[in-house]
Nanobody
Framework: QVQLVESGGGSVQSGGSLRLSCATS????????LGWFRQSGNKGRQGVAT????????LYAEAVKGRFTASLNSDANTLYLQMNNLKPEDSGMYYC?????????????????????WGQGTRVTVSS
């Protein structure tokens, strides 16, 4: 059974840090593009970062550049999102997503329909 399981969410004050993890399992092929999305209020899922299956190419949303770092541990089949200098507007449910068909294109950062697999999400709350 293919699974993506996020963890690491929580509540922090503005300026704090959190590290999210996304453990992948059960995928028979090679994951070629992985991404982090977040959702808050009535907004749709917004892309935060993408990492290709080699862990080399990473794209970030403008709102998080310089503060968030996405990485991939291929041996552990785990995707990470290190979030520093958190702001209240970073609050929301964070989801990891995976695509086994293609490597990441810029559209993978903006369009969640590019992904086949999703985790259940982990909540991040940043207070001012």
């Amino acid at each position: 059974q293919v699974q993506l399981v996020e963890s690491g969410g929580g509540s922090v004050q503005s300026g704090g840090s959190l590290r999210l993890s996304c453990a992948t399992s059960g995928f028979s092929g090679r994951l070629r593009c992985l991404g982090w999305f977040r959702q808050s209020g009535n907004k749709g899922r917004q892309g935060v970062a993408t990492v290709d299956g080699d862990g080399e190419v990473r794209l970030y949303a403008e709102a998080v550049k310089g503060r968030f770092t996405a990485s991939l541990n291929s041996d552990a089949n785990t995707l990470y999102l290190q979030m520093n200098n958190l702001k209240p507007e970073d609050s929301g449910m964070y989801y990891c997503a995976a695509n086994g068909g293609t490597y990441c294109y810029p559209s993978h950062l903006t369009d969640p329909t590019n992904y086949e697999l999703w985790g259940q999400g982990t909540r991040v709350t940043v207070s001012s």
